[in-house]
């Protein structure tokens, strides 16, 4: 099993009572919904992209300790109980909102995830305050877009198993399983039940699209910072017409590797800080890498399903003007997790700080106020103010 990442930046729905509804990649689970440092690359960060200080870092988000988290797992193991059922019961009376835990085939999982490759059916799903569980979306010629499945579907059971009241990443959990297994989803469907077999398959996904306009403008969509998708970002730049603009879309997106959104952010900009971030009473900061393009007219696009290190990268390229943004708030979530593998093999992933932005802007809870709202028709309202910047239509 790959060892744990180190730093997360991850979306935790789990016993929020929050306002906002969170959207979960059902199949991909976590990896597209969170910010986080693979094992190795956080071990080979050079000093110029992480370096601590000796200021306090700030700590606005309420974190678990990682010592009681593991007394309550060895306990629970010694007396022949649930050790991550015990992790879970002290992550929640610690107040850690962001906090998650996994067993060694979640978390497994969650490794190959970011890699941009799942065993899944192939649905988006949205967690309700109600506890309800439903399709958001369908992706296409998966096993669920074969079956019939349809967005606004209510999934009430999951072989057999009842999922209402259970968080997204149990349901996540039980839809996994091997490639050509079958797996039996209990259904609604304006109010008639209905039950459908699919059979679970590898799938991947492309976490980059790239388009280009009529006027020579590149619009670059990231769905989520998997690995190698800021490569993915620095190319679509590199083979943009020369003076053209680039319209960045980061609407949607949960978030990632936070390597790889500081990789993406080092597109724009000629080096300089993408954010700090505080780790158990030290601050740090990520640099981003020189010689990208900081001429080229930008605007970035986001809206609700901005999240962490999508955040990180809007934050970043605002802060230092060096791109228009325009949508509506981001999500908020700016808290940084650590992981920290328990006594039984199961992994607790406990908040150990925030990130900031360039200017020292804590975005947990907060988000990010776009320069430019706009909600239906972001995309022309984005075109049109890459034409005042000097191009477009």
């Excluded at 007394?71 to 050790?83: D, H, T």
């Excluded at 039996?184 to 306009?213: C, F, Q, Y």
């Excluded at 908020?332 to 802007?361: H, I, N, W």
């Amino acid at each position: 099993m790959p060892g744990p990442p180190a730093h997360c930046l991850r979306p935790r729905d789990l016993r929020r009572g929050a306002a906002l509804t969170l959207l979960f990649l059902v199949s991909v689970t976590a990896a597209a919904g969170s910010g986080c440092w693979g094992a190795d690359a956080s071990a080979q960060l050079p000093p110029a992209r992480a370096q601590a200080g000796a200021t306090e870092a700030p700590r606005e988000a309420a974190t678990a300790d990682r010592d009681a988290v593991a007394r309550a797992v060895a306990e629970a193991v010694a007396e022949g109980k649930s050790g991550k059922r015990a992790a879970e019961e002290e992550v929640s009376r610690s107040g850690d909102r962001w906090a998650a835990v996994y067993d060694p085939d979640e978390y497994a999982a969650f490794a190959e995830d970011l890699d941009g490759h799942w065993t899944g059916v192939g649905v988006w799903a949205a967690g309700r305050r109600d506890g309800r569980i439903e399709v958001d979306r369908v992706q296409p010629d998966s096993p669920a877009a074969r079956a019939g499945l349809r967005a606004g579907d209510r999934l009430l059971s999951v072989d057999g198993r009842r999922v209402t009241g259970l968080s997204v990443t149990e349901v996540v959990a039980m839809l996994r399983g091997e490639a050509g297994t079958p797996v039996v989803l209990g259904l609604n469907r304006d109010g008639a039940d209905l039950t459908e077999t699919v059979r679970r398959e590898r799938m991947s996904a492309d976490p980059v699209t790239v388009r280009r306009l009529a006027d020579g403008t590149t619009v670059i969509k990231v769905a989520s910072f998997t690995r190698g998708s800021g490569d993915r970002v620095r190319a679509a730049v590199r083979a943009a017409p020369p003076g053209a603009g680039v319209l960045l879309d980061l609407r949607g997106n949960p978030g990632g590797l936070v390597t790889e959104a500081v990789t993406a952010a080092s597109a724009f900009l000629d080096g300089g800080l993408v954010a700090t971030y505080g780790v158990r009473g030290s601050e740090r900061a990520l640099y981003a890498e020189p010689g990208g393009d900081t001429a080229r007219p930008l605007v970035v696009l986001v809206d609700g399903g901005t999240m962490s290190a999508a955040e990180l990268v809007t934050g970043a390229l605002q802060d230092r003007r060096r791109a228009v943004t325009v949508g509506t708030r981001t999500f908020g979530k700016g808290a940084v997790q650590m992981p920290t593998r328990l006594p039984d093999g199961s992994v607790a992933e406990l908040t150990v700080g925030t990130y900031r932005t360039p200017e020292g802007r804590s975005i947990d809870g907060s988000g990010i106020t776009p320069d430019l709202t706009a909600g239906d028709g972001a995309e022309d309202r984005a075109l049109g103010v890459l034409g005042g910047l000097g191009v477009g239509p």
